[in-house]
Structures are given as structure tokens and as C-alpha cells.
């Protein structure tokens, strides 16, 4: 069924072009998290030499090998994929049955994108998700995480991929009227 | 009919409700990351702590001094204040990072490495005793000790809070320390006030995660740099700051 709908989907390219887009920005977005301050410095700054503006934010990336474990990369790029995958399938369902939208998963997808932004703050000692649970006055429960945090970033993406289910159960469903049993 | 109706819009509300609470949640932990730093973990200290939550500020750097501990030539152009955890994984790979970075630019004098005390109590409760044997190591054997120090404890951690205690006087004995006049020092509480000024400078300029790095131009620009980057990220921070 889900082979179904992602066929029906992104065998047209403007499908394929969104989720694309927006997977490449949600990973190049979580890479570059920890050093927004940075990229954002240098891309402005008058200083910087045009050819430094896009050497450097490119040889950022390649953090995902040096600040990342492989658990955390493996699942941030998972998030970055569906997250792409689910705005693509979303977009194409908006356009055919807009009042249905919120049976789609929609609430699964954002919080499985909020839950993932907690897991990929944790690929640097206490970054993102430290600060976050700081904020809520829940610090020490990573003391208590098994897998100080990545639990988060685990949870981002099962919640993705039920959203991308739930969205492609809903695409191949056939707009009928049910008879009630 | 009307179970319908309240079914839809139930699902009408469940996006934007949803939308607000993953805005709010991303929203709130990048103004909060990006500006200010998390608790050192030393409950004794909340006044300390709220001064370095209202601050962020690169300029905020403590000068880099004769005092501090620095692999290189301290004229250098480009220094890398680097402000670390020895049980934190990722500064356990910068730390070949940046010796790799040392090998390339350090024997020419173009870069100077200064490490900075960042133990982040809350996820690595041994690494503060680390650090203090870090400077105990330098009070006996001065900096090349100290660095002899660093680099065969980033080399024998596991990271993650998973070096045994008893293993820092071996260390010393294996970088050439009078064990003895380590133990009396590590047991001391003299360098406490100096670790945490280190880990309050380090909040201060906006780290809250380690390895928090600040690279120091040749004008004096200073460039933020979190997490374990690559050494080209590095080298081409380098080329900038030496511009």
C-alpha cells in the first residue's frame, strides 16, 4: 500500500523536486545547527571573500562524520529523508482533498520533526537538547536516558515514518461514500 | 452527523496545535542555545550561573595569556581557544583533530592551540577531577607535560564518563610525573576557582556544548565554532582568520 502511494506520488517530478528540497534542508539545517552562528557570520559579513562564504558552510557538512555518532547520523539523516518524503505527500494530498488534512498524520510529522531537532542537538556533549531541557527545568532526565538523549532523535523518526504511513494509507484510500456497518 | 463534525474539526485543530507545539519547541531551544549556556551543574553556584545565561558574547573571551596552557607560539596570528571535556566523545576526536591542525600550522608558528577547562558536570560527573589533574600536571611538569597529560588521557577514555579514576596517577607515572606529589595535588581543591572561571568564560561567550572553540584572527575577529568539525572546516576558518 505505502509502495503504492509513494509511486503514485513521485512519479511526478515536482514531487520528487519538494521532498528534495526540503530533505536537503532539513539535514543541511541540522548539521549547521550547532554553528548557525557562524554560517550566518560569514555568509553576512561585507569581509569574507565570496568563495569563503560557500567553502566554508560546505566543509561544515562534513561534520555529520566528525560531530555525529553513527546512531545520530544514521538518524538524523532518517528524519531529514522523511521529512521531505511527508512535506512531497502532503502537498500532493493538499491539492486533491484539502478538508482531510488533519487525519494525515500532520500532528505525527511536526512532532516527530520537534522530537528529531532534540535528538540532533545531542550529536555535540549537551548543545541542544541540555539547553532545551534546561529551559524546562528537566535537565538531569538525561542522566536517566539510556542513550543520553538519543531516545529523542529515535522517537522523531518513528513518528516521521507513521506520519508518512498514515498519509499514504490516506492518499491510496478511494473517495467514496462508506456504507456503515 | 454531529460526531462527524466534532471528529473534523479535531483534526482541523490537531496541525496547528501541533504546528505551535513543535514551532515553540524549535523556536525555544534555538533562542536559548544560540545566547546563553546551560547550567555548569554545580548547584552551589546559581548566581554565577544566571550572570553567564545573560551574556554571549565572543568578546567576552578572557585574553589569552602567558598563564594559559598553549601548544605553539603564543604571537602566533591565529589562536584556537578551545574550551573542552575530557569525557566528552567529541573532544576526544577534536583533540587528534587538532593535533592534526597543530602538525600542519602549528611548526611555523601561524597557529597557536589554547586549552580551556569546560567539564559539563550534568553528563560527565568525572571530568572536573580530570581537569584538575590537567593543572596538576602543569604545576609539575609545566606546559609540555600538560599537554603530554592531555593528549594520553583524550588517548586512554573511553569518553562518556568511562575512565577510571585510578587511572590519572598512572598517566602521570606514564608521562613521566612523581605520582606522589600528583595524588596530594589532585586531592587539593587549589584549581577549583580555575576551572570554574574557565567553564563561566566559556558560558560566558555562548558555549553550551563542547568543544566550544573561538578562533582568533590576526585582527583580532573571533569566529565561534561548536562541535567536533572536520579539519577542513578548520583549515578554511584558518584562511580566514589569517586574512
Known amino acids: 500500500m505505502i509502495l503504492d502511494a509513494l509511486q503514485k506520488v513521485f512519479r511526478k517530478p515536482a514531487y520528487v523536486v519538494i521532498a528534495l528540497v526540503v530533505s536537503a534542508?532539513?539535514?543541511?539545517?541540522?548539521?549547521?545547527?550547532?554553528?548557525?552562528?557562524?554560517?550566518?557570520?560569514?555568509?553576512?559579513?561585507?569581509?569574507?571573500?565570496?568563495?569563503?562564504?560557500?567553502?566554508?558552510?560546505?566543509?561544515?557538512?562534513?561534520?555529520?562524520?566528525?560531530?555525529?555518532?553513527?546512531?545520530?547520523?544514521?538518524?538524523?539523516?532518517?528524519?531529514?529523508?522523511?521529512?521531505?518524503?511527508?512535506?512531497?505527500?502532503?502537498?500532493?494530498?493538499?491539492?486533491?482533498?484539502?478538508?482531510?488534512?488533519?487525519?494525515?498524520?500532520?500532528?505525527?510529522?511536526?512532532?516527530?520533526?520537534?522530537?528529531?531537532?532534540?535528538?540532533?542537538?545531542?550529536?555535540?556533549?549537551?548543545?541542544?537538547?541540555?539547553?532545551?531541557?534546561?529551559?524546562?527545568?528537566?535537565?538531569?532526565?538525561?542522566?536517566?536516558?539510556?542513550?543520553?538523549?538519543?531516545?529523542?532523535?529515535?522517537?522523531?523518526?518513528?513518528?516521521?515514518?507513521?506520519?508518512?504511513?498514515?498519509?499514504?494509507?490516506?492518499?491510496?484510500?478511494?473517495?467514496?461514500?462508506?456504507?456503515?456497518n | 452527523m454531529e460526531e462527524n463534525k466534532e471528529t473534523i474539526q479535531k483534526n482541523t485543530l490537531a496541525m496547528p496545535i501541533a504546528v505551535v507545539i513543535a514551532g515553540a519547541l524549535i523556536a525555544g531551544a534555538v533562542i536559548y542555545s544560540g545566547g546563553k549556556a546551560p547550567a555548569s551543574g554545580t548547584a552551589n553556584q546559581p548566581q554565577q550561573q544566571q550572570v553567564a545565561q545573560q551574556t554571549g558574547d565572543l568578546e567576552q573571551m578572557a585574553p589569552v595569556t602567558s598563564k594559559d596552557h598553549i601548544r605553539g607560539d603564543i604571537n602566533a596570528p591565529v589562536k584556537i581557544v578551545e574550551y573542552s571535556d575530557t569525557e566528552c566523545p567529541f573532544c576526544k576526536r577534536f583533540q587528534d583533530t587538532m593535533n592534526d591542525v597543530m602538525d600542519t600550522y602549528g611548526k611555523d608558528g601561524k597557529v597557536a592551540w589554547v586549552y580551556r577547562h569546560f567539564p559539563i558536570d550534568q553528563l560527565h560527573s568525572k571530568a572536573r577531577k580530570e581537569a584538575v589533574a590537567m593543572e596538576c600536571a602543569n604545576e609539575l611538569g609545566g606546559n609540555d607535560k600538560f599537554w603530554e597529560f592531555a593528549d594520553r588521557l583524550y588517548e586512554v577514555t573511553p569518553a562518556n564518563n568511562g575512565l577510571d579514576p585510578a587511572e590519572l596517577p598512572k598517566i602521570a607515572q606514564f608521562v613521566g610525573l612523581d605520582t606522589a606529589k600528583f595524588n596530594t595535588c589532585l586531592t587539593s581543591t587549589k584549581y577549583d576557582k580555575h576551572i570554574q572561571d574557565e567553564v563561566e568564560n566559556a558560558q560566558a561567550t555562548g558555549g553550551n556544548g563542547t568543544p566550544w572553540s573561538i578562533v582568533v584572527g590576526k585582527d583580532g575577529k573571533k569566529y565561534p565554532l561548536s562541535g567536533a568539525q572536520p579539519i577542513s572546516a578548520i583549515k578554511q576558518l584558518i584562511d580566514l582568520a589569517s586574512k
Open chain 1, 25 to 180: 534542508s532539513v539535514f543541511v539545517l541540522a548539521v549547521w545547527l550547532p554553528n548557525i552562528r557562524l554560517v550566518a557570520g560569514v555568509v553576512s559579513s561585507s569581509d569574507v571573500p565570496f568563495v569563503s562564504k560557500i567553502q566554508l558552510p560546505l566543509s561544515l557538512l562534513g561534520s555529520i562524520g566528525t560531530n555525529f555518532t553513527p546512531l545520530s547520523a544514521t538518524y538524523t539523516i532518517a528524519i531529514a529523508i522523511l521529512f521531505g518524503m511527508y512535506i512531497a505527500m502532503i502537498t500532493y494530498f493538499l491539492k486533491r482533498r484539502i478538508r482531510e488534512v488533519g487525519q494525515t498524520g500532520v500532528a505525527t510529522g511536526f512532532l516527530g520533526i520537534a522530537s528529531g531537532v532534540l535528538g540532533v542537538g545531542c550529536a555535540a556533549c549537551g548543545s541542544f537538547l541540555l539547553t532545551t531541557l534546561t529551559l524546562v527545568g528537566a535537565g538531569g532526565i538525561l542522566t536517566l536516558l539510556p542513550l543520553g538523549g538519543s531516545e529523542f532523535g529515535i522517537i522523531g523518526a518513528i513518528l516521521l515514518a507513521v506520519a508518512v504511513y498514515m498519509i499514504a494509507k490516506k492518499i491510496i484510500d478511494p473517495q467514496v461514500c462508506k456504507v456503515e
